[in-house]
T-cell receptor, first 110, second 116 residues
Framework: RKEVEQDPGPFNVPEGATVAFNCTYS??????FFWYRQDCRKEPKLLMS???SGNEDGRFTAQLNRASQYISLLIRDSKLSDSATYLC???????????FGKGTRLSVIA | DTEVTQTPKHLVMGMTNKKSLKCEQH?????MYWYKQKAKKPPELMFV???????INESVPSRFSPECPNSSLLNLHLHALQPEDSALYLC???????????????FGSGTRLTVV
């Protein structure tokens, strides 16, 4: 089983739609969780950290379910500029670097 | 200054060439990383430096040789590469490896390497 698994995508949605991405992780010792966004031929950029209590940043909401080892990202009122690949990223405590999921491609269509 | 700067942005090299990729950060981060990313794939970890010492080598072939001259600089020396090594090479930094849950990595914009 892969350490971090994401919806395969691609997701093609109209502007204004709500879209949700899911991610599961296999290491129960994982402690830090992130969503990164990567545009075509660009570097990954941190979109948001994911906290146990859930967190919201404008149109973006991230949720963590430790019991199910599941992370989600909800994007409301999608914009054309949201088109990108969204990477689920996990790390354990101690000296363990980030582990990336394969990413989910989102295309928002006018 | 909250950037990680990588040079060059693009590099074309022959299989017998020797070249170096450079990465610099001035955020006081003590962990630095090299990742390799092929098209439509996630970044793959190559090396981790923690407090200027190599802490992780993900079984990378010896034709890739990392160097960390000081806490702000990270180099990747390349020699006798193969065409399949063509990829986007990303440098990243963080406060320390796997620390605070609120910190992620800051990535540089990468070096797009083509081996001919």
């Amino acid at each position: 089983r892969k350490e971090v698994e994401q919806d395969p995508g691609p997701f093609n949605v109209p502007e204004g739609a709500t879209v949700a991405f899911n991610c599961t992780y296999s290491n129960s010792a994982s402690q830090s969780f992130f969503w990164y966004r990567q545009d075509c031929r660009k570097e990954p950029k941190l979109l948001m950290s994911v906290y146990s209590s859930g967190n919201e940043d404008g149109r973006f909401t991230a949720q963590l379910n430790r019991a199910s080892q599941y992370i989600s990202l909800l994007i409301r009122d999608s914009k054309l500029s949201d088109s990108a690949t969204y990477l689920c990223v996990v790390t354990s405590s101690g000296n363990t670097p980030l582990v990336f999921g394969k990413g989910t491609r989102l295309s928002v269509i006018a | 200054d909250t950037e990680v700067t990588q040079t060059p942005k693009h590099l074309v090299m022959g299989m017998t060439n020797k070249k170096s990729l450079k990465c610099e950060q001035h955020m006081g981060h003590r962990a630095m990383y090299w990742y390799k990313q092929k098209a439509k794939k996630p970044p793959e970890l190559m090396f981790v430096y923690s407090y200027e010492k190599l802490s992780i080598n993900e079984s990378v072939p010896s034709r890739f040789s990392p160097e960390c001259p000081n806490s702000s600089l990270l180099n990747l020396h390349l020699h006798a590469l193969q065409p399949e090594d063509s990829a986007l090479y990303l440098c990243a930094s963080s406060q320390v490896v796997g620390e605070s849950p609120r910190s992620g990595y800051t990535f540089g914009s990468g070096t797009r390497l083509t081996v001919v």
